[in-house]
Structure formats: C-alpha cells, structure tokens
C-alpha cells in the first residue's frame, strides 16, 4: 500500500515537472517572441535585445528552465505585461471567484446526479431510467454557451427574474451567481448521473446484493449497506476529474456573464498575449488537476479498500 502511494506521488510529479517543461518550452523558447510580448511590437531591435541580456534569455535554455521552476515554486510569478500588477496577487482573487462558482455548482450537480443515478439504476430499464437517458444525451450534447444563451433568454428577458451579468461588484450574490451556476450544473450533472447508474445497475446484480434480497432484507437497507459504497467508486472519480474543469474549462461561462473568474483571467491573458499570466494560469491549472487525481484516488481507496492494495487496479 505504501508502495502504490509512493509511485502515485512519483507519478504525478514526473507529470507536473513534463508539463511544465512543455508550457515553458511552447512560451520561451523563442526568445524574440517573448521580448516582443512583453515591450509591444513597436520595441526596437536593440530595446529587445538589452530587455533579454538584462533578464538573463540568453543563458542556456534549463538554466532558464530551471530558474522559472523555481520562482513559481517559491511565489515569485513575475509581472502581467498586460495588468502591470504581481501575478500572485492577480490571480489569488480570480481563484477565489471561481472556487465559490465551482462551489456552488457542485452543490447543486452532486446530490442532483447521485439521487437520479441511484434511483435509475435501482429500477434499470424503467421509465425513469430512460427519462434520465434522455436527460444525460441533451445536457452532456448541448454547450456551455447555448444553454447560457437558452437560460438568458428565459430568465433574463422573457421574465425577468435574474441579471444577465455576473460581475460581483457588490460582493457574492445568489441572484448573479444563480444563472452560471445553472448553466455549469446542467453541463455535469447529465454525465455524472448516467455514470452513477451504469454503476449502481452493475452493482445490483452481483451476488451478496442477491443474497440480501433473499434474506429479506428491505431496499432502503441494501442500498445504504450494500449498494452506494461498491457504486460510488466510479462517481466520485468522475466528480472529482469535473474540479479541473471547472477551473479552466468554464471560460465561456464566465466570460458570458463576465463573472471575474479564473477562466476569464486566462481568457483576458490569451487575447493579450500575457505570457507570463499564461505561464501561470497554466501551471495552477496542472497543480489542480493532479491535486483532484490524488485526492480520487484516496477517496476511491477509501470506499474500496481493495484498490489500495492493488495500486488503483480494481
């Protein structure tokens, strides 16, 4: 058990160090486009080439690799050319906006998806399941930005019952945090909830749950003490890989309802050529992601101990 641990951590950080490489590698290693991005194209050749001496882009490409790796793992981000402000300090905020956004949706995509995979796969084949069928094709086939324009249209102009912005200005608010919350719940919910029922629906007929049933024992009862441990292995993983996405996969909501999030930020940081902000946005969104990987993999554990013992092979 130990032993798998310690590859999973080994594994993600051989994957951390790769993809950094690659972000600094598809940024930096063309230093005239840096020096260009950074002092406008209108710099002169003999700006861009003093601004690469003073800031060390001459010296050997992992030298500066290195160098870079560093200052990120220390807090030192550098300065947004677009912002004019540190980028920690930039992007602290956004993380935070879109922390309570994610938040809030998988409040409501959780409990949402698990209630109707549950009751789908209990009852495989019946009316309910195929209603959830239905549901799961239409939310996981229609975008972001359609749903959002579907959801403005009826709640924003035909009854006006929510703003069509999402800026904060005043602070959190539900009735501006209603309608992208709406949109990024719709979007998950529909896989989650399919994925929760294929796996409850294989559950239900393995043998113990059978033999539950003979002894008697009462559906509720099976469920709780049987059922929802064993099927919930395969939801809580696939929960757990919509946190990424919700981080850095919500830039057209965000950017819809100009909510000031960090897939805005990194929006903004792209149009703009940013580099540095681009730099990190990127890395924050790879520690995210291997920090969701882990935390599935000790949840999964948990709920099955069996995993644990194999390394992550049921």
Not at 34 to 41: D, E, T
Not at 202 to 213: G, L
Request: hydrophobic share 55%; charged share 10%.
């Amino acid at each position: 058990m130990l032993k798998a641990a310690l590859l999973k951590l080994g594994g993600a950080a051989a994957t951390m160090l790769a993809v950094s490489l690659l972000i600094f590698a598809l940024l930096e290693f063309n230093v005239e486009g840096v020096a260009a991005k950074v002092l406008g194209q209108f710099s002169t050749a003999d700006q861009r080439h003093a601004w690469l001496q003073a800031n060390g882009y001459f010296d050997p490409f992992v030298l500066r690799y290195l160098r870079w790796l560093g200052g990120f793992v220390t807090g030192r981000w550098g300065t947004s050319t677009y912002y004019h402000a540190d980028i920690l300090q930039l992007i602290r905020p956004r993380l935070a906006a879109s922390g309570l956004l994610g938040g809030a949706a998988l409040a409501v995509t959780i409990p949402t998806a698990l209630i109707l995979g549950v009751a789908a796969g209990v009852r495989e084949g019946s009316g309910l399941d195929r209603l959830l069928s239905v549901f799961a094709i239409l939310s996981t086939s229609v975008p972001e930005f359609a749903s959002a324009v579907f959801l403005s249209a009826l709640f924003v102009f035909k009854l006006g019952w929510l703003p069509g912005v999402s800026t904060l200005s005043s602070g959190p608010s539900l009735r501006e945090l209603a309608l992208p919350t709406l949109v990024l719940a719709i979007s998950a919910s529909g896989y989650i909830s399919r994925m929760t029922r294929a796996s409850v629906a294989e559950v239900m007929t393995s043998p113990y749950v059978r033999t539950a049933r003979l002894k008697g024992a009462s559906m509720a009862r099976i469920i709780r003490g049987h059922v929802l441990r064993n099927a919930l292995v395969t939801p809580v993983t696939v929960i757990m890989l919509q946190i990424p996405w919700l981080l850095s996969g919500v830039i057209v909501v965000e950017v819809f309802f100009a909510y000031p999030g960090f897939g805005t930020l990194l929006y903004q940081a792209s149009i703009n050529s940013d580099i540095y902000l681009i730099e990190a946005c990127a890395m924050v969104g790879v520690v995210v992601v291997v920090a969701s990987q882990i935390v599935s993999d000790i949840l999964c554990a948990w709920l099955n101990p069996r995993l644990a013992m194999t390394g992550g092979r049921p």
